[in-house]
């Protein structure tokens, strides 16, 4: 894990997951297995988006990773495949979203700030991506998924990306109407990532005072 996250535990620098995966050391079973995998993507519960850290938010009210994925897959749930996205694919579009951030496991949520470059950040998150799928018997589907994402490849990972940023703007419109400032930051990064006319238009009614 990197240094400097911010993590829902005691001791930032470990799992929390630690002890459970302990106690599954030397188990085989396909249970056993699927366990390893899920405890560790757990984790995401407990590591916040750093970004907003950065800016103020308290402890208590920020996001997590987690958070910020369901919020991202719930959006792919409700559009994709739905005028004006009857081009995506529904189920790989949700897949991807729901993954999408497994690789901050281990690797922490890195932001632009943070000094990473782009080709660090992408090897020291599929080094925790292959860590946390371990022998998953889909291990390999989901990398692809992944990678997809990572790439932009596809009109799913297309379309998943510019969610991403969609929801961060969302959530930064959550934070301003809340009292927090210095959110326009997020609105501009968001709408530049947003291609998508409608997507777009969802971002303006969000922010609009």
């Known amino acids: 894990m990197l240094l400097g996250m911010k993590r829902k535990s005691e001791n930032e620098g470990a799992p929390h997951c630690a002890a459970m995966l302990a106690g599954l050391e030397g188990r085989a079973s396909e249970a056993a297995t699927l366990l390893r995998s899920?405890?560790?993507?757990?984790?995401?519960?407990?590591?916040?988006?750093?970004?907003?850290?950065?800016?103020?938010?308290?402890?208590?009210?920020?996001?997590?990773?987690?958070?910020?994925?369901?919020?991202?897959?719930?959006?792919?749930?409700?559009?994709?495949?739905?005028?004006?996205?009857e081009g995506v694919d529904r189920d790989r579009a949700l897949?991807?979203?729901?993954?999408?951030?497994?690789?901050?496991?281990?690797?922490?949520?890195?932001?632009?700030?943070?000094?990473?470059?782009?080709?660090?950040?992408?090897?020291?998150?599929?080094?925790?991506?292959?860590?946390?799928?371990?022998?998953?018997?889909?291990?390999?589907e989901l990398r692809l998924l992944w990678e997809d994402f990572e790439e932009g490849?596809?009109?799913e990972a297309r379309f998943v990306r510019q969610l991403d940023r969609l929801e961060m703007g969302l959530q930064a419109a959550v934070y301003k109407a809340e009292g927090s400032v210095r959110m326009e930051e997020?609105?501009?990064?968001?709408?530049?990532?947003?291609?998508?006319?409608?997507?777009?238009?969802?971002?303006?009614?969000?922010?609009?005072?």
């Open 38 to 85: 899920q405890y560790q993507a757990m984790e995401l519960k407990r590591l916040y988006r750093q970004g907003w850290l950065k800016r103020g938010i308290p402890l208590g009210q920020a996001e997590s990773v987690a958070d910020h994925s369901f919020c991202t897959a719930l959006l792919a749930l409700l559009l994709a495949g739905r005028p004006p996205f």
């Open 95 to 140: 897949r991807m979203a729901l993954i999408h951030e497994l690789g901050e496991v281990y690797a922490g949520d890195i932001t632009p700030v943070d000094g990473v470059s782009a080709g660090d950040k992408h090897a020291l998150e599929l080094a925790s991506l292959e860590r946390v799928l371990g022998d998953l018997p889909a291990g390999g």
């Open 153 to 155: 490849s596809s009109p």
């Open 186 to 209: 997020f609105f501009d990064s968001a709408e530049r990532s947003l291609g998508d006319a409608f997507l777009r238009d969802i971002l303006t009614e969000a922010i609009r005072p």
